[in-house]
């Protein structure tokens, strides 16, 4: 009987995957599923339909691997009843914890890091063919020459998967993968491995392919994304060149890249968003810390003078540019007075919003194994709540100036309040999408906008949201008269 069971299940290739973390992350999901939905599997949003299940995680934080670890945790049983089902870890933690998964979940079929994606179509046809476990990983970065790691770290073909981007008409495109600056908090670059830079030619192809596609807004996707470089033909590439080329590429609309390193921030770069019509007024570019003394633990590369230094060439550049920052609280040794320096810098740098995360131990990472996390848990808590007050207060307050104006919004489609009132509600509809500036705009409207430019005259505003409505134009009448048209 269960054997019959198993069969209909491979038959119908049902294929459930939850993605944790960042936009890396999504987009790696993205590239499985396109190769996966080429063989012929069907994507499920039902765990239980599936007969495939696929985790892809993070090891940014030790709260998403024990989510990760959870989920696992309560498919033992499904698996038991189902025999025939593969799992499989992919993404950081396959890379970080390798065997150990297989340890904790010993019903995992196969775990697979960030640099073998690729494997993973035949890693599931073999773990169902001949019920054996399989470890793809990259080689870690003191097992062999840079080269050779680097090499380890494999890059394939993107398939693209429309069904699993933030929108049909926005994509992420990766133009490097890799990360060489070793903070000392921060596991990606043993995760994901050297620092390398795409060839050109491959990124805009890819480009194009999603503007043919539909693609409305291109996000550039790097560790430290205004570090590209690339030679190709003779001639060194950089980011701002990139900019400039996929610009011309027809039915790209708008364009922006994450995430910035401080120290990266050239002005050619700003030069090129400045003359680009298409590239966004937005830079997220992570502090990190408003204390030099933590920012040396971390390992961070540059002094709060010097991250003033560099906003302040964006201020001068780009003054209608929008900023936001990561934080890390409680990091090891930090005092009261460094914490209130962060906290100072926030004040005078006024971020759009802060990502703030209290600081995790990761196993590998040199702050792991050689500083001490002395901070207690709940002065950590006070001071991530401190923090995101500060932020909220900021944000709602520059958001109010936006008040009385029309913007330009990129139609995502349905707001998160609408979707949990339910698509079917009479009545106008709540959309939502994005300013220039990064902006979230709420907005009532018809859902054919989807995916189309709109002004927005903006009424009230939230810490996180501008709320508005779409701004009428007039038309000519064969009467004479002008009548007013919603857009």
Not at 14 to 37: H, P, W, Y
Not at 175 to 203: A, H, L, N, S, W
Not at 277 to 293: I, N, S, W
Not at 347 to 358: G, L, P, V, W
Request: glycine share 6%; aromatic share 6%; hydrophobic share 35%.
């Amino acid at each position: 009987m269960t054997d019959d069971v198993d069969k209909t299940a491979d038959h119908n290739r049902k294929l459930f995957i939850e993605t944790v973390g960042c936009q890396m992350n999504m987009l790696d999901s993205e590239l499985v599923v396109a190769a996966l939905r080429k063989q012929g599997y069907e994507l499920t949003g039902d765990v239980q339909d599936a007969d495939t299940i696929l985790f892809n995680t993070c090891s940014v934080r030790e709260h998403a691997e024990h989510k990760i670890y959870s989920a696992l945790g309560r498919l033992k049983f499904a698996k038991n009843a189902r025999p025939g089902r593969v799992i499989g870890v992919l993404g950081c933690m396959a890379q970080k914890d390798q065997e150990l998964i297989f340890q904790r979940a010993p019903h995992v079929d196969l775990v697979v890091g960030t640099g073998q994606l690729a494997e993973v179509p035949r890693l599931i046809d073999e773990a169902r063919s001949d019920r054996q476990r399989s470890l793809a990983v990259s080689l870690d970065r003191r097992d062999g020459t840079r080269t050779t790691v680097a090499e380890s770290f494999q890059s394939y073909d993107p398939l693209r998967e429309p069904a699993m981007r933030p929108s049909p008409y926005q994509a992420f495109v990766r133009i490097m993968i890799g990360c060489d600056k070793f903070c000392t908090y921060c596991v990606v670059p043993m995760t994901r491995g050297p620092e390398q830079g795409r060839p050109p030619r491959d990124i805009l192809h890819e480009v194009r392919v999603l503007a043919d596609q539909g693609v409305k807004e291109i996000t550039f996707l790097g560790q430290t994304v205004n570090s590209y470089k690339h030679q190709q033909d003779g001639r060194t590439w950089r980011l701002a060149d990139l900019l400039h080329a996929a610009h011309e590429v027809p039915g790209i609309e708008r364009l922006k890249f994450v995430t910035n390193y401080p120290r990266d921030m050239t002005d050619d770069l700003l030069q090129a968003i400045r003359d680009l019509p298409k590239a966004a007024r937005y830079l997220h570019v992570p502090a990190q810390h408003g204390c030099d003394e933590v920012l040396k633990r971390m390992k961070r590369g540059y002094t709060v003078d010097q991250y003033r230094e560099m906003f302040a060439r964006v201020r001068e550049a780009l003054p209608d540019c929008a900023v936001s920052s990561d934080f890390i609280v409680g990091f090891c040794g930090e005092t009261e007075e460094a914490h209130q320096r962060s906290l100072d810098l926030i004040r005078e740098c006024r971020f759009k919003n802060s990502f703030i995360f209290k600081y995790s131990p990761r196993p590998g990472t040199k702050a792991y194994d050689n500083l001490a996390d002395d901070i207690p848990e709940d002065v950590k808590r006070r001071r991530n709540a401190e923090m995101l007050t500060l932020q909220n207060q900021i944000s709602a307050e520059d958001n109010a100036a936006f008040i009385g104006r029309a913007v330009q919004v990129l139609v995502e489609g349905y707001s998160e309040t609408q979707k949990k009132q339910g698509l079917d509600t009479p009545g106008p509809k709540q959309l939502t999408g994005r300013s220039m500036c990064d902006r979230i705009i709420a907005f009532e409207g018809n859902p054919r906008l989807t995916g189309t430019l709109v002004d927005v005259e903006i009424h009230d505003v939230t810490p996180t949201t501008l709320i508005g409505q779409i701004v009428t134009r007039a038309v000519q009448h064969g009467s004479g008269d002008l009548l007013p048209i919603l857009v």
